[in-house]
């Protein structure tokens, strides 16, 4: 079988994603129009000020809103990728959550929750990730919502410095979503600026729907407690700036996701996620695909067919829901913040090293498996034998 030149394209445009948005998975921050107006183009006046919105009176929609498998472009500082997909689902009455896992280097994750802050009922959204040893994740705020005809827009700024060390905003028109984000890197370079484009459209919305079935969502109700605030003793920022951001760094590179967690002072780390699962990907080498890359997919839909061959249609990429790559040195993988439900998994050797999926490069027979709430499930793949 022989790619055609669409897919190769889209594939290549997916796995190149992977570096653009590792690159940001230290300071988060996003590039586009997201703002109340079609034409947004400047930045709000900066403020260390956080007056959290009372979701009461407004905004408990985000959460509905912001469900779902979505699927569209993205641009990091100048480089478009035609490509990307996030899929937020319900992990709790009151939470929903979404992680891009690139793979061998690191992640990014946002939650949004309910939460009592500064003697306010409102939402909060927990961004971070771990990348190359870097543990970080940062706090924010829900502090305006605006509706009108050019859709209904929400910003979360930073919980400790506010707009003045960074926030983001979505807008969401019909089934579309538009998610900026802006960052001063902790406060190492101020003002913020736009640095990532997230535009999509909603798809497959089964999977959110099952999932808030299954966890009674939506409910205003706290997740988690943040009504004390933070620890201060445990929060980072560059000098002369405020964020609610905790940090850890091994520099051994010994250390799990779990040590470094606990390390940084974050107030509510990965095992203490309700009804999310983890996956062990064990990889068996053969001598053609020993030393190569690898493209780690999850999807909804098979990537394959039953003999092997990558599927000759642009339809099941459009499924794929997580998305990692594989450094050749490595033969095992784990998947944390794993949604529950069924996955198609697929491994892609990238045999003739350009980077993409193209010809040349070798599958195996579609695999599938299954996450059980709070499960910790393992598959073998050791059939890479397909060429394409």
């Known amino acids: 079988m022989k790619f055609g030149l669409e897919k190769k394209r889209l594939m290549k445009k997916l796995n190149n994603f992977i570096f653009g948005l590792l690159c940001m998975a230290m300071f988060f921050a996003c590039e586009q129009d997201a703002g109340t107006g079609d034409n947004t183009t400047n930045p709000p006046v900066v403020s260390a000020e956080v007056n959290p919105v009372n979701i009461n009176q407004t905004g408990f929609d985000l959460l509905e809103k912001m469900q779902g498998h979505w699927v569209g472009s993205n641009r990091v500082i100048a480089s478009d990728y035609d490509w990307f997909a996030f899929d937020y689902r319900a992990i709790s009455p009151s939470q929903i959550h979404g992680i891009f896992e690139g793979g061998s280097m690191g992640n990014l994750l946002t939650s949004f929750f309910v939460t009592d802050f500064k003697d306010t009922r409102t939402i909060m959204a927990r961004n971070g990730g771990l990348l190359n040893g870097i543990y970080r994740t940062s706090y924010f705020v829900l502090d305006s919502v605006d509706y009108s005809s050019n859709g209904d827009f929400y910003r979360l700024v930073d919980a400790e410095g506010g707009t003045n060390t960074m926030w983001m905003e979505l807008r969401f028109t019909g089934d579309s979503l538009y998610f900026n984000a802006y960052t001063s890197r902790l406060g190492l370079v101020f003002p913020p ?65 779990l040590t470094l967690a606990a390390e940084s002072g974050d107030p509510f780390i990965i095992d203490q996620h309700p009804y999310l699962g983890y996956l062990q990907v064990d990889i068996v080498r053969n001598s053609t695909i020993e030393g190569k890359n690898l493209f780690l997919n999850l999807s909804k839909d098979p990537l394959t067919d039953t003999d092997g061959y990558l599927v000759n249609s642009l339809d099941p990429f459009n499924t794929i829901l997580l998305f990692s790559e594989i450094v050749g040195t490595q033969d095992n993988f784990l998947i944390t913040y794993l949604h529950p439900g069924t996955y198609y998994v697929s491994i892609i050797a990238d045999v003739n090293g350009d980077g993409e999926i193209s010809t040349g490069d070798y599958s195996h027979p579609l695999q599938s498996i299954t996450i059980e709430p709070q499960g910790q499930q393992q598959i073998t793949i050791d059939n890479i034998t397909i060429e394409n």
């Open 193 to 257: 600026t736009r640095h990532m484009t997230f535009k999509a459209k909603k798809e497959h919305p089964e999977l959110s729907e099952a999932a808030a079935i299954a966890v009674d969502f939506p409910q205003n109700v706290p997740a988690w407690d943040f009504s004390q605030g933070f620890n201060q003793a445990h929060l980072y920022a560059e000098p002369g700036a405020k964020s609610a951001t905790f940090l850890a760094h091994d520099e051994t590179a010994t250390k799990d996701v």
